[in-house]
């Protein structure tokens, strides 16, 4: 989801492009790891992404490595906990 910057700075590359923005950042990342519906149902919670400035997204995936990918189980327990917490809240 494209929004607008948190922290807009004038030494963005993309102030001169149309202006900074922010976008979603998967905090599990990459996107080709998680191909099966769980790993990607797990991806998409909302406690596993966080709206970044896309030059601080940038710079994340330029000078850090992906974390551990959790087992099977773990996606299984955050789905279960999710969906849990969504059923009392309606």
Do not use: W
């Not at 700075?9 to 191909?35: I, M, N, Q, V």
């Not at 406690?47 to 995936?61: G, I, M, P, S, V």
């Amino acid at each position: 989801m494209k929004g607008e910057c948190p922290n807009p700075r004038p030494d963005c590359k993309y102030a001169e492009l149309g202006g900074c923005f922010s976008d979603t950042h998967h905090l599990f990342y990459p996107r080709r790891d998680y191909r099966r519906p769980t790993e990607r149902d797990f991806r998409e919670l909302p406690e596993t992404k966080e709206q970044l400035c896309r030059a601080e997204h940038d710079e994340r995936h330029a000078t850090e490595l992906p974390p551990t990918k959790p087992s099977s189980a773990e996606m299984l327990g955050a789905i279960a906990t999710y969906s849990a917490s969504q059923r009392r809240a309606s």
